[in-house]
């Protein structure tokens, strides 16, 4: 069982929007702004995409946007293309009352669709 | 350009010990801003973070797997590696080492290597 929690699955036609959420606690998502959003095609390697909850690396569309509101993050994906068809991984700084104190925790995944 | 690559066995039996290696090349894996981490994800998974190393300062572990994982860097040869003890069926998956620079932000893999896959069994 990940730490944090997606959903499943999300889908959405061409150039529609799609937005996936990411649920976690105050000593994760909630208290610090450290989220990432990760995307992963099969048999490759996972790419990030967001990090810093809204900041995108050179290089990745604009189409990708992150939120966060409270314990709960959001990747939305707008003007959905074929290629966006791929896993979704959230990720965030942890702080725990011990030791390992500073850790890095995933959410489950979320396999999106272009219909 | 800065590239990883794993390498190790690519079948382990249970109970042994899996041994992992991530080539650096185009940086020197002693640069004060990066830390360099294991992540895996078994199949049917998510991903999971194992840990991570920075030169000369300190390592992070996953609390679920601290007691089984240690990490370590080679400046001669400009990797590092993770070991794995004690392994079992669970600890098949797929094995990623990554980068995280700490001048673009904390906690964000930005470079991952292709992975390597790894089955425990007799």
């Known amino acids: 069982q990940s730490a944090l929690t997606q959903p499943p699955s999300a889908s959405g036609s061409p150039g529609q929007s799609v937005t996936i959420s990411c649920s976690g606690t105050?000593?994760?998502?909630?208290?610090?702004?450290?989220v990432c959003w990760y995307q992963r095609h099969p048999g490759k390697a996972p790419k990030l995409m967001i990090y810093d909850v809204t900041k995108r690396p050179s290089g990745v569309p604009d189409r990708f946007s992150g939120s966060k509101s409270g314990n709960t993050a959001s990747l939305t994906i707008s003007g959905l293309q074929a290629e966006d068809e791929a896993d979704y991984y959230c990720?965030?700084?942890?702080?725990?009352?011990?030791?390992?104190?500073?850790?890095?925790?995933f959410g489950g995944g979320t396999k999106v669709t272009v219909l | 350009q800065l590239q990883l690559q794993e390498s190790g066995p690519g079948l382990v039996k249970p109970s042994e010990t899996l041994s992992l290696t991530c080539n650096v090349s185009g940086a020197s894996i002693t640069r004060s801003n990066f830390y360099w981490g294991w992540i895996r994800q078994a199949p049917g998974k998510g991903l999971e973070w194992i840990a991570s190393i920075h030169y000369g300062t300190k390592t992070f572990y996953n609390p679920s797997l601290k007691s089984r994982v240690s990490m370590s860097i080679d400046t001669s040869k400009n990797h590092f590696s993770l070991d794995l003890d004690s392994v079992t069926a669970a600890d098949t998956a797929d094995y990623y080492c990554?980068?995280?620079?700490?001048?673009?932000?904390?906690?964000?893999?930005?470079?991952w290597g292709p992975g390597t896959m790894v089955t425990v069994s007799s």
């Open positions: 990554a980068r995280e620079d700490s001048e673009t932000s904390d906690n964000a893999f930005d470079v």
């Open positions: 105050s000593s994760d998502i909630g208290g610090y702004d450290y």
């Open positions: 990720s965030s700084y942890a702080y725990r009352n011990s030791y390992p104190n500073a850790i890095i925790v």
